[in-house]
């Protein structure tokens, strides 16, 4: 950071006269004026700070991005109004330093940025006047890579998810096989016991039938969750959604009447058919509203709210369960990862594919101790694609 203009106004401020110091100071607000709208125009965040690590300046992208308000931050500590950002460390470097963070307010989002010291030149006084530089504050520079993470995330999501419909499929085969010869020497069992006659008989067959009872659970489990693991293609049909949810909360009838939790369906009635498989989507609430009901244990509160906005149908779950904490919240589409002693940790990913497989999107709101939030986003507004007629731009550009 130059110095030169300043030095020299300095210099003159003792012998030039009031009208040429008021055109000096009208200048530096001009500068100061037109620094400031090109950053403000500028889609990067920016936010400035002196040694000690005080606002000093912030545009309004990075106003945005953090929910600041300028006129507020100016002055505050950086690490103050961005909670949990390490200023010490991120200060102690002399040379330009980057990183990732996640935040959670006003939105989710990814933000990489880098800071960077800033220098000014001095001027030392004495018989051998030198140059020196001076740290007068860091620059920070924030970019948002909400899309591109999220996308990084999805081919990843989507690699992992076909090694696990593999492994699934694998697995599945395996157990088969020796479900069929379990089924075959029961068979042959059955025929030995026909031959037999008394209580021993009878005993015989009660344990078979127990047997062969639980071979058929085994393999039913196995098929179900082969068809919930395996990508399929949604047979769309127009369906209310109010009528799938409430189907999904009568067949936890008992559960809601053992656990004593409260079920509270606010569903809207003007909401539009949509073009939906009612199996698969069932299946997706069917999980939602379990998981909810495990957070919970006893005595909970489940609402579940359906609205619409202009594009997409909204199915809210909000529970008051114990909520999960930012780590576990970002890690929670992973396959295998549950925060539960017996859970699969497949749930919220099969709920996220089947969504995913009808246009929509899935958004978990959580504060640690308060609950969760969880919001499936399905859209009802055709956003195919229009083609224009041959030649029609040519004509458009010659008007």
Known sequence: MKSGFLDKLIERLGRGGP??????????????????????????????SDADGRITYVNDAACELFGFDADNSVGKRLDERVRGLDWSSLSSSSSAITRDMEIFYPSNRFINFYIVPLLMERRTKGKRPRTQAEQVGYAMILRDITESRRSAEKTIESERFNALTLLAAGVAHEIGNPLNSLHIHLQLMERKVRELEGPVATELQDSINIARSEISRLDSIVTQFLSAIRPSKPQLHPENVNAVVDEAVRFFAP??????????????????????????????????????????????????????????????FIDTGGGM?????????????????????????????????????????????????????????????????????????SD
């Open 19 to 48: 009208e040429e110091v008021q055109n000096y100071l009208l200048r530096l607000a001009q500068e100061k004026g037109l620094i400031e709208t090109v950053f403000n125009s500028i889609q990067e965040g920016i936010i400035v």
């Open 255 to 316: 559960e809601i009447e053992d656990r004593d939790i409260v079920v509270e369906q606010e569903l809207r009635s003007d909401l539009p058919l949509l073009e939906l498989d009612r199996d698969q989507m069932k299946q997706a609430f069917y999980n939602v509203i379990k998981n909810s009901f495990e957070a919970m244990k006893r005595h909970g509160l489940l609402r579940i709210r359906t609205d619409r906005d202009d594009r997409h149908v909204l199915v809210s």
């Open 325 to 397: 904490s930012p780590d576990s919240l970002g890690r929670v589409f992973e396959p295998y990862f549950t925060t539960k002693s017996s859970g699969s940790g497949l749930g919220l990913l099969i709920v996220r594919r089947i969504v995913r497989e009808h246009g929509g999107e899935l958004a978990i709101e959580s504060n640690e101790g308060k609950g969760l939030t969880l919001t499936i986003r399905l859209p009802y507004v055709d956003q195919r694609v229009r083609m224009l007629e041959a030649g029609s731009g040519e004509r458009d550009r």
